[in-house]
C-alpha cells in the first residue's frame, strides 16, 4: 500500500518561513521523481515545484522561484518543501506527489500517487 503522510505547515506571518515534510512508503522512493503541489480555496490545484530521483535536478512555480527549495533524504523516504518569504498568496493545502513516469511533470494528473495535504497559511 502506497502511502504519501505531509507533515509541517501552519500559520505564519508574511515573510516569515514554513518547512512541510512527506514521508513516503510503499514505493520505490529514491527511484521516483517527486513533486509539491498547492490548491488554494476556489482554484485548481497548481504545480510549485518538483524533484528528479538524486535531489540534483528541481524545477520551480515562476510564483515561488528563489524563496522555495525542494529536497529529498532518500535514506529517510522523505521529501521537504522549505518555504522562505511567504506572501499571503502562498496560503493554500500543499500536496506531495509521486509519479512512475520519469519526467518533471508540473501537471497534476501525471501523478499518481496523493497525499492527504497540509495547511499552510500566512497571515499579513
Known amino acids: 500500500q502506497v502511502q504519501l503522510v505531509e507533515s509541517g505547515g501552519g500559520v505564519v506571518q508574511a515573510g516569515g518561513s514554513l518547512s512541510v515534510s512527506c514521508e513516503v512508503s510503499?514505493?520505490?522512493?529514491?527511484?521516483?521523481?517527486m513533486g509539491w503541489f498547492r490548491q488554494a480555496p476556489g482554484k485548481q490545484r497548481e504545480f510549485v515545484a518538483v524533484i528528479n530521483w538524486s535531489g540534483a535536478v528541481t524545477y520551480y512555480a515562476d510564483s515561488v522561484k528563489g524563496r522555495f527549495t525542494i529536497s529529498r533524504d532518500n535514506a529517510k523516504n522523505t521529501l521537504h518543501l522549505q518555504m522562505n518569504s511567504l506572501k499571503p498568496e502562498d496560503t493554500a493545502v500543499y500536496y506531495c506527489?509521486?509519479?512512475?513516469?520519469?519526467?518533471?511533470?508540473?501537471?497534476?494528473?501525471?501523478?499518481?500517487?496523493w497525499g492527504q495535504g497540509t495547511q499552510v497559511t500566512v497571515s499579513s
Open positions: 506527489a509521486a509519479t512512475l513516469g520519469g519526467n518533471y511533470y508540473r501537471t497534476p494528473t501525471e501523478y499518481e500517487y
Open positions: 510503499g514505493i520505490t522512493f529514491s527511484e521516483n521523481v
